[in-house]
């Protein structure tokens, strides 16, 4: 992930002190966390045939959605990249990825 602090307080060698994180980069940061868990569901419940990976345990839908959760709960203020609507629609577009059919769970 790319630092979070703003690039006038980066070096070429180390963060300079009192760096303060900058909202964009937070924003951006939660942004790529997402969509790498959206990855991370679309590989378990989307994946080929010929991965033979199964029917994803309760144990499994557990542990996403409170990865999920914990995604929301951390997320940074909202700013012009990602507005509370924004951020809103993407969780809820995270959740049902996780609990439609799909060809890994078709229940």
């Known amino acids: 992930m790319p630092l979070d602090e703003d690039d006038s307080f980066i070096g070429e060698e180390l963060i300079h002190p009192g760096g303060q994180p900058c909202p964009l980069k937070l924003a951006a940061i939660s942004h790529f966390r997402l969509?790498?868990?959206?990855?991370?569901?679309h590989?378990?419940?989307y994946a080929h045939a010929a991965l033979n990976l199964g029917v994803?345990?309760?144990?499994?839908?557990?542990f996403i959605v409170r990865k999920v959760e914990d995604w929301r709960n951390d997320k940074p203020p909202t700013n012009g990249f990602a507005s509370q609507h924004w951020l809103d629609l993407n969780y809820h577009h995270?959740?049902?990825l996780v609990f439609r059919p799909a060809p890994n769970c078709p229940q």
Do not use: M
Request: aromatic share 10%; charged share 35%; net charge positive.
């Open 43 to 45: 590989h378990r419940l």
């Open 35 to 41: 969509r790498k868990l959206q990855s991370e569901i």
């Open 56 to 62: 994803p345990t309760k144990g499994w839908y557990e």
């Open 94 to 96: 995270t959740r049902t």
